[in-house]
């Protein structure tokens, strides 16, 4: 009986791993954090801020990351983030969407958000230091605003010709009120 409990739970595990590893492979970005303190109630809220932003945020045991980290390059620079209590934001589209979520958090959450701590993140295989995901990450201009200055970008230079076009019909208007003042 025992044997088939310990056989079911190495199954359980390596599931686990393979669906952290997954998370990983997709991924754009990761913070890491710790939410030691945290109410339950807070803790919604936070899962909850993460969700509208397209962040999927789970509580992960260290062990089960290391393990399916460990064919990467950059999992010992992750050892200081992988201790304690650790939840883990994976941003899949935007990069800083969970670097964003978690500043807006800390901000607007009081008291409750400080005890939200950022352990480190990890974008395109670099893994960055709490100031840094704070600072750098939290701070880059996400996929609607990339997509506005584009558009804005675009916009300009047909901007510029329809004010060519109507150059000459204005400058004749301007030329047609002075003759008239004049009168």
């Known amino acids: 009986m025992a044997t088939a409990n310990m056989i079911s739970t190495k199954v359980q595990k390596t599931a686990q791993i393979k669906e952290v590893k997954d998370r990983f492979d997709r991924m754009s ?10 109410t339950v ?12 932003a397209g962040v999927e945020y ?6 089960l990351v290391k393990q399916a980290l460990k ?11 992988l201790t304690g209590m650790t939840g883990i934001a994976w941003s899949y589209e935007d990069p800083s969407a969970a670097a964003k979520v978690v500043k807006a958090f800390k901000k607007d959450a009081g008291e ?3 005890k939200l ?10 893994v960055l230091d709490a100031k840094r995901v704070e600072n750098e990450l939290a701070t880059m201009p996400g996929k609607d605003e990339l997509r506005a200055k584009l558009l804005a970008t675009f916009q300009a230079p047909l901007q510029q010709f ?12 301007y030329a047609l009120a002075a003759k008239e003042a004049k009168g």
């Open 41 to 52: 109630e807070t803790a919604t809220n936070l899962r909850s801020a993460f969700r509208k």
């Open 58 to 63: 789970k509580v992960v045991k260290n062990t």
């Open 71 to 81: 064919d990467v390059s950059y999992v010992s620079k992750l050892d200081s983030a």
């Open 162 to 173: 329809v004010r060519l076009l109507q150059a000459p019909a204005q400058n004749f208007v």
């Open 117 to 126: 701590q950022v352990k480190a993140g990890l974008i395109e295989g670099e």
């Open 29 to 38: 970005s990761a913070v890491f954090l710790d939410y030691k303190g945290m």
């Open 112 to 114: 409750a958000g400080e």
